[in-house]
C-alpha cells in the first residue's frame, strides 16, 4: 500500500516500520560515504525497496551502493531492461544482487509475466526502486530507504526497516 508519499507493503501497521539510521546530505557529493555506511548495514538476501521522487537520487545511490560493494560494472539504470544482475562478493561470500527500475512497469501482473514476482521471493538481494508500482507483490519484511530531496536542494537518506 501507499501511505502518504511512500511505499509500504500490503496492510503493514507503520508501528512495524523502524527507522534505523538517516543521513543528511548537501546535494549528492557525500552519497558514496553514506552508500558505503548503507552497504554495511543492508542484508545479503531479500528486499530493499528504494523510495524517492524522479531525481531524488536512487539509481545513483544504487551505483555507489555497487561500487561500495567492489562490483566492476556499472550501475546503468535497468529501466527499459526492468532488472539487471550483478555478483557481489561480501563478508567473503558471493552474492547475488538485483537492481530493479520498475517505472515503465505497467501494473502487478506485468511483473509476474516478467519473472519479478519470483525474484523477489529468491535468495538474492533485490535493490527494488518504483515499488509502489507493484505493492501487493512486495513482501512484507521488505527494508525501505527513502531519498528526500529538501527544499534547499540537500538530501536525506533514510534507512528503515519493516517488522511482522
Known amino acids: 500500500m501507499c501511505h502518504g508519499s511512500f511505499w509500504i507493503p500490503k496492510e503493514v501497521d507503520l508501528a512495524t516500520l523502524t527507522e534505523l539510521r538517516r543521513w543528511s546530505m548537501r ?7 553514506v552508500a558505503r555506511s548503507l552497504g554495511e548495514a543492508l542484508p545479503h538476501g531479500g528486499v530493499v525497496a528504494i523510495h524517492g521522487a524522479m531525481g531524488a537520487g536512487k539509481t545513483t545511490l544504487v551505483r555507489q551502493l555497487l561500487a561500495s560493494w567492489n562490483v566492476e560494472e556499472e550501475g546503468a539504470s535497468p529501466t527499459f531492461g526492468l532488472v539487471h544482475h550483478h555478483v557481489v562478493h561480501r563478508g567473503g561470500d558471493v552474492h547475488e544482487v538485483r537492481h530493479m527500475d520498475l517505472y515503465r512497469l505497467e501494473n502487478e501482473e506485468e511483473a509476474e509475466r516478467s519473472g519479478i514476482a519470483e525474484m523477489l521471493n529468491d535468495g538474492a538481494l533485490n535493490l527494488v526502486e518504483w515499488p509502489e508500482r507493484i505493492p501487493g507483490l ?6 525501505l530507504i527513502e531519498m528526500k530531496v529538501e527544499a534547499d536542494d540537500s538530501r536525506m537518506c533514510i534507512l528503515s526497516q519493516l517488522r511482522g
Open 138 to 143: 512486495m513482501p512484507d519484511d521488505a527494508w
Open 27 to 33: 546535494g549528492l557529493a557525500s552519497l558514496p560515504e
